[in-house]
């Protein structure tokens, strides 16, 4: 672990698990050959490692796996290395959208940085382009964007359930 430090501005956090035997899963050789930093939205604390391989193995003082819920990434089309938010306590959102599952009121120095989303274990994101959940947002919750047409780089505040 190269560096971890508290993400001011974030209370509770919402993020998606992609869990293969327990661990962490990457989907590209890209991802693993760089610098991986992820949002736990338990304590909101961001941790960064060396590697995608380093972070995959990340693990709470009792062993639970971390799960991710949310891939920011900073182009679009799904490209560069993705932000990663998630959970040690929760491995899938419920369905409901009435009540977030976790939020994420300002994403700090990942503000107006993300270009396209993915999430994973039954979660959707509601994203503002303002802090606190204010402004311009999504008309509903989704899944993933390729290219968040009226969104790319404007995401600053976000919901996930």
Known sequence: MRKAFWKAGVATAAV????????VAFSTAAEAAGE????????????????????AGLRS?????FHIHVRLYPRTGYDGEPYLIGSFSKDNCSEDTDRPDYTIPDLGHRSDWAGSFTTHNNCDIKAY???????AHFAGYRDHDIELTGFNNKISSLKVS
């Open 16 to 23: 998606a698990v992609i869990s293969a035997g327990g661990a």
């Open 36 to 55: 991986q930093c992820v949002l736990n939205v338990d304590d909101g604390k961001e941790t960064c490692f060396t590697s995608t391989t380093e972070a």
């Open 61 to 65: 003082t009792g062993g639970v796996p």
């Open 129 to 135: 382009d303002g802090p606190r959940f204010s402004g």
